[in-house]
């Protein structure tokens, strides 16, 4: 008799997405969970979209309530997941380990696990101890747009992409090390962080360059006016056929940047999304259990 599926469904969640590589019986080792938005939810499924990793996907809808509230079946359930299954760090995202039974959160902890789990995490200590200073660095990164996008009184977008600039600089300077160490007589175009090898930090740094490419669009800024090895990184990674189910999928295509609380990217555009107006134009939410197959 075949064992249950650790953490299964979820009521809380308005939809649910399987996602398979043709072959609807293989097991989902992995269920990942986040706000039915791209934001930190995005770079784990374009990961496992990219390692071929069956996995189901729960996405949590945060919707208007009265006048000015805000409500999310989340936040109901969250209390019930601490208990039921014994994880008191518990936060989006977080990762479903079924094989053994657990479940992790804190978004490095589940970078790690997951780009392990793909072979996506170094092939040695060194290139895994690159990977970890990567993401931190990107989580950097991260917080400059959080700040615009949910805090109060924010600098103007052409600050905020001024604010990026000091890693961006960064980013630009450790591309450049990875052409130097191609082992190739001419310098190439690098589409990858760490060894030329797909790697977890690859899929964040890109859909935080989506975000913030978007954002000085609106400013009429060229983001990359000083960045060609970040050019070339963000537009050679998202030409590799490994991306392009993903890519090519609602999950990238209709999905919003960002919260619909948030001032930039609440809906897919980037447009903002207007309180009392917009929730006809969430055509993302609620969409029950539905298949992604490629």
Known sequence: MSQPIFFPETKAASTTVEVDFGDKTAPKKHAIAYWSIRGLGAPLSMMLCAAKTPFTLFLYDLVEKGEDGWHSDYFAAKGEYIKEYKQPLWNLPFCVDRENKRVICQTSAVFSHLGKSCGMFGDDEPATSDCEMLLAEIYDLREVMRTY??????????????????????????????????????????????????????????????????????????????????????????????????????????????????????????????????????????????????
């Open 149 to 294: 996008v949910y805090e109060p009184n924010p600098e103007e977008p052409t600050a905020i992409i001024a604010n990026a600039g000091k890693h961006f600089k960064k980013f630009e300077a450790w591309l450049e090390i990875q052409a130097d160490d191609s082992n190739t007589e001419t310098k190439v175009k690098v589409v990858h962080l760490v060894n030329g090898k797909f790697s977890a930090p690859d899929f964040h740094l890109f859909e935080m360059l989506d975000q913030f490419e978007a954002l000085a669009k609106e400013s009429g800024e060229d983001l990359y006016a000083n960045y060609n090895r970040i050019k070339e990184f963000k537009t050679g990674f998202e030409a590799l056929p490994e991306n392009q189910f993903y890519l090519n999928s609602w999950l990238h295509k209709d999905l919003a940047f960002n919260n619909v609380v948030g001032r930039f990217g609440g809906l897919p555009g980037p447009k903002p999304y207007i309180r009392g107006e917009s929730a006809k134009d969430a055509t993302w939410r609620g969409k029950g259990t539905v298949e992604l197959s490629e």
